[in-house]
Nanobody, 126 residues
């Protein structure tokens, strides 16, 4: 079982920035493809961003391109989501997820990920 723990959520105003962190297991973190998803009230969970094992490749949802940046520090077993120019529609519960295995893709589908954190709430007021 892989345990993931998100932090950094909060209440901000539109246009503000926020940085989320997700800590993973020490011994194997660098072998996982990591992703961020979010779920707004009354909506299905949706893909936000994903990053390769080395951090050299990334994938973003169109809705966050140019505003959000995913990064990872394998030495610290942590993946980050830097969120800039936040909008009220970014309000959601944000989850990090880990994909195990040897695949090279950076999938946007939930079922491709094997382990999930408990999530952290991000609220953007207008």
């Amino acid at each position: 079982q892989v345990q993931l723990g998100e932090s950094g959520g909060g209440l901000v105003q539109a246009g503000d920035s926020l940085k989320l962190s997700c800590a993973g297991p020490g011994s194997t973190f660098g072998t996982y493809i990591m992703g961020w998803f979010r779920q707004a009230p009354g909506k299905e969970r949706e893909f936000v961003a994903a990053i390769s094992r080395s951090g050299g490749s990334t994938n973003y949802a169109d809705s966050v391109k140019g505003r959000f940046t995913i990064a990872r520090d394998n030495a610290k077993n942590t993946v980050f989501l830097q969120m800039n120019s936040l909008k009220p529609e970014d309000t959601a519960f944000y989850y990090c997820a880990a994909r195990v295995g040897i695949g090279l893709g950076l999938p946007a589908e939930e079922f491709e990920y094997d382990y999930w954190g408990q999530g952290t709430q991000v609220t953007v007021s207008s």
